[in-house]
């Protein structure tokens, strides 16, 4: 019985060891490049989480200064319609520690 190419199944000629060296290299080549798309996903992930805990960090009144500051450099005139008054009262808490404190020296 011969293949289409008139070779014995059993490797006559050389030609089915050629294919199994190929089809180990192509297997080693297969899980060279699995690994790669596994450490590329990691890197992926770890980027996307570096991203998501930078977006989290910026406060509002940041990206609100950083957008008017956009705004009226590109020439858009904006018109305030409200004020909010944000929840922290750290200022006033560090005043009257500053203006209670006994241990500044005295004049």
Do not use: C, Y
Request: hydrophobic share 40%.
């Amino acid at each position: 019985m011969t293949d289409t190419a008139g070779m014995s199944p059993t490797g006559t000629g050389g030609h089915l060891a050629s294919d199994q060296v190929e089809l180990s290299e192509l297997k080693a080549l297969l899980l060279e490049l699995n690994g790669r798309i596994a450490s590329l996903e990691g890197d992926v992930a770890h980027l996307k989480a570096q991203q998501a805990e930078a977006m989290q960090t910026l406060p509002d009144d940041v990206v609100m200064a950083i957008s008017a500051a956009v705004a009226a450099f590109l020439g858009h005139k904006a018109k305030v319609r409200a004020i909010h008054l944000s929840g922290e009262h750290r200022w006033a808490s560090e005043t009257r520690t500053r203006i209670h404190d006994r241990s500044v020296g005295r004049r």
